[in-house]
């Protein structure tokens, strides 16, 4: 069995995989980190591999304490991955971006690849039928939008998430819910129309904190698999065992 670990720069999931069924999913803070751990650890006994893919700032040693129960695999950018990296910038390239892009490539083979994950960030990843990485594009997820607005401007609250009642907001609250709301769902479906531009045939990963709820408000219709980026980790760490 595999624990996978996805450290976000909002939160932390993880998932236990008995080759590729997710038999329990897990999302917590970092404060509760070893203690969460510990306790996955104790109920499933037969996990041997503890994969982590951290965007965040804890790294690697935060899971040098599990070494005596499991085999710790940290990924980075030096591990072998299933796709040719175009990225100029190789090395600065998230390594959950990475992950997606694998899973994407293990998945759904001799295809292109589009994957949009919404979480802290929105990353748009693409992978094209001959498994080359071309990159995508970075921009702020829902909640920072939300943040960005009260922390740089003197006179906007703090909102949460609302549905817009009306793209034509008529008070300071609705204009901020449709400018953040459907500004969030009209980006996600401009870059989907501009890959559709310049491929004819591509298909369409959405995952991330925010993906159900984009899922139904997207012009383009897509499956959302909120767990791709876990399931993309199990699939890249059985890659890499076979490959390394
Ligand atoms: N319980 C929750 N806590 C925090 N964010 C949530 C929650 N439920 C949905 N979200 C949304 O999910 C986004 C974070 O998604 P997630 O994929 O967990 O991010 P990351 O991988 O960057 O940590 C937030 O921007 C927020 O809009
Ligand atoms: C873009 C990100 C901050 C997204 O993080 P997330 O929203 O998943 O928490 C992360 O993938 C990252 O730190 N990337 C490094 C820059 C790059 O990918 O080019
Ligand atoms: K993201």
Redesign the pocket.
Known sequence: MVLTIDV???RIKGAVFENNTALEFFVFDKNELEKRIKNILNKFEKVTDLVVAS??NIGKDSFLVFNNVVNVCFLTNEDCFPFKNK?A?PK??????IVLASGATLQYPNQNRLVI?A?????YDFVDENDNYLGGA?SP?LRLRYEALHNYTAKLPLLTFEEPERYIGNSTPESMHSGVVNGFVYEIDGFIDQYKTDYLNFIIILT?GDALFLAKRLKNTIFANSNFLLESLNQTFQYKINND
Not at 92 to 97: A, C, E, H, M, V
Not at 119 to 123: D, E, F, L, M, P
């Open positions: 976000g720069n909002t965007v965040g990225y910038t600065t390239l998230g390594i959950d971006r994950d979480g802290t960030c929105i990353t970075i997820g991330g």
